[in-house]
């Protein structure tokens, strides 16, 4: 655990916090335990702003400015996320995956390498996400061999300016508005999303 600010198995409620100019590699960590969090902001963390391992969250409002790594880092996590946005990230904007249950809603990505990952048997339902200037807009396959493929049920999704909107590895599933889009990238890669 190396995070600038850590809550280890202790439930978390925090609202209208800032996070600045941290030096660790995660600006939040919260581990095996549950998150409330309102109008929270990260600025300029040199990796993940905030990540959330096995934890049960409910977040409605949080934005993120100039991250090194991930906006918003998700493994094995429930609940909901409203009213994101990542505003420059240099891996992904938003990464969820072993096995996580999660809503998002209300997102805004720009400028990330991946606007959002899905990975690793994890099950999502996405409205309302906007990605832009992106490598990849949504992104969804298998990391670790240990788990299966994603699945992501989307309305309302809008990518511009990415070179591939949509990647899928085969045998992970994505449908936006009912319907598997038409500029679906789908690929039999290896474990790892290739570029």
């Known amino acids: 655990m190396a995070g600038a600010v850590t809550f280890y198995r202790f439930p978390v409620r925090l609202s209208y916090v800032r996070f600045e100019d941290t030096r660790s590699e995660d600006a939040l960590h919260v581990v095996d335990t549950s998150l409330e969090g309102v ?32 906006g918003l880092d ?4 429930t609940g909901r996320v409203a ?32 606007g959002v990952a ?12 906007r990605i832009a200037e992106s490598n990849v807009g949504v992104a969804l396959y298998i990391k670790k061999p240990e788990y299966g493929p994603a699945k992501l049920i989307g309305t309302d999704i ?19 508005d009912g319907t598997v889009p038409s500029d679906l990238d789908y690929e039999v890669a290896s474990y790892e999303l290739t570029p």
Do not use: C, W
């Not at 109008?39 to 096995?54: M, Q, T």
């Not at 809008?158 to 449908?175: C, I, K």
């Open 39 to 70: 109008e929270l902001r990260f600025l300029d963390p040199p990796s993940d702003a905030l990540d959330a391992d096995f934890v049960a969250l409910s977040i409605g409002g949080m934005s993120v400015n100039n991250v090194g790594g991930d």
């Open 74 to 77: 998700l493994s094995g996590a």
């Open 83 to 114: 009213q994101l946005m990542v505003d420059g990230a240099g891996d992904k904007g938003v990464s969820v995956g072993e096995s996580s249950h999660v809503t998002l809603r209300d997102v805004v990505v720009r400028g990330a390498d991946i």
């Open 118 to 129: 899905s990975k690793d048997s994890l099950v999502a339902t996405v409205s309302t996400l």
């Open 158 to 176: 809008d990518v511009e300016d990415a070179r591939r909107p949509f990647y899928v590895q085969v045998a992970s599933e994505l449908s936006v």
